[in-house]
């Protein structure tokens, strides 16, 4: 990756973003090269670099450490696109506390697309902005049948996983998921719950899922940091 020393972005914030990448792609694992490493590489100056980094402090993604080097704290969240798991689980088996503040819930008219997605005309829709160690990571938007949204929404939001609630205390058993991801821009309303410049590009996913009677049970629409999510596929060669 290199700097573009011509585009409107400062060269300290091109410089995080690379570092950033950097991180999230494990080419750098336990701490970040030197200030100098840094200068010879991108050809920028000392007080570049020190902004950049210090805007990673700043945000919770390295540390320095004096006499040592700057370490890095940032642990990227990994999901494994094979396993039907909640953002929560996902977040917990990267040994980090998962959290989740509810910004609002309602009963929506659903657009002609969702309602071909959802068979739904109207939905219990919630928001809910997501965190890794307190650490604002992505914002979900989620759609259920009413009679499924009344009943969660009788829950402090805030403290349980959805998925535990429906299945453990509603009794549906989810069965299949369907999801697309992709890359965009951060909307404004998600950077600005988010904390992040609008100009930021970010995850976006849609997962729409099913019980084991193919009824439809969630709809979900998220937005999550592309420096802290990251989304991991294992497959093989079909060799027949």
């Known amino acids: 990756m290199t700097l573009n020393y011509t585009d409107s972005v400062p060269l300290h914030i091109q410089l995080k ?16 090269p030197s200030e100098r490493a840094f200068i010879d590489e991108y050809h920028v100056s000392r007080s570049t670099v020190r902004e950049a980094i210090n805007l990673l ?49 309602e009963i929506v008219q659903l657009n002609e697309r969702m309602q071909r997605i959802t068979g739904l005309k109207e939905a219990y829709h919630f928001i809910r902005v997501r965190y890794a160690d307190r650490t604002p990571i992505g914002v979900e938007y989620h759609y259920y049948p009413t009679d499924i949204g009344r009943k969660l929404s009788t829950y402090d939001l805030n403290e349980v996983t959805l998925y535990d609630v429906i299945e453990l ?39 729409k899922l099913t019980d084991v009677n193919e009824e439809f049970v969630e709809l979900e629409q998220a937005f999550y940091r592309s420096d802290m999510y990251a989304f991991k596929i294992k497959s093989s060669r079909n060799r027949s």
């Open 17 to 32: 973003q690379i570092i950033q990448q950097y991180i999230v792609e494990g080419i750098y694992e336990e701490k970040i």
């Open 57 to 105: 402090v700043r945000e919770g993604i390295v540390e320095k450490r004096h006499g040592k080097g700057t370490y890095i704290t940032l642990k990227p969240i990994d999901d494994w696109l094979g396993n039907l798991s909640s953002t929560s689980e996902t977040i917990e088996r990267m040994g980090m506390k998962p959290g989740a503040k509810l910004i609002h819930s």
């Open 169 to 207: 205390e509603l009794g549906i058993k989810m069965f299949e998921a369907d999801q697309v991801i992709r890359s965009g821009m951060v909307p404004e309303e998600v950077a600005k719950l988010l904390d992040i410049s609008d100009r930021t590009c970010i995850l976006i996913t849609e997962r």
